[in-house]
């Protein structure tokens, strides 16, 4: 496979991930694009990587995944806050804890 392909994969998967990000009022449903779209990026890294023949496209993925472990670590217990005080994952009532 060539470059070109796996550039077009990886820019619609980040175009996905992003119209998820602003259309989607679910928090869960926010978290999953937010993924999308650090997957798209992994998939840039990896095939430049392997493009260049170099091992730091792999190397700066493995960073990506690590950090996108611990955001949905921190993502999925603000649900789950949300979720105890308001009985609802709807992101539009986030702005009520305030407090």
Not at 21 to 31: D, E, F, Q, S, T
Request: aromatic fraction near 8%; proline fraction near 0%; charge should be neutral.
């Amino acid at each position: 496979m060539i470059l070109n392909q796996f550039l077009l994969l990886a820019a619609v998967l980040f175009c996905v991930g992003v119209y998820g990000v602003l259309a989607r009022r679910n928090g869960i449903m926010v978290l999953m694009s937010v993924e999308l779209i650090l997957n798209s990026v992994n998939i840039n890294l990896v095939a430049f990587g392997a493009f260049r023949d170099h091992v730091a496209g792999e190397v700066f993925a493995l960073f990506v995944i690590a950090v996108a472990a611990a955001e949905v670590g921190i993502g999925l217990a603000i649900v789950l806050m949300i979720y105890r005080n308001r009985r609802s994952i709807d992101l539009t009532e986030a702005d009520l804890l305030k407090g």
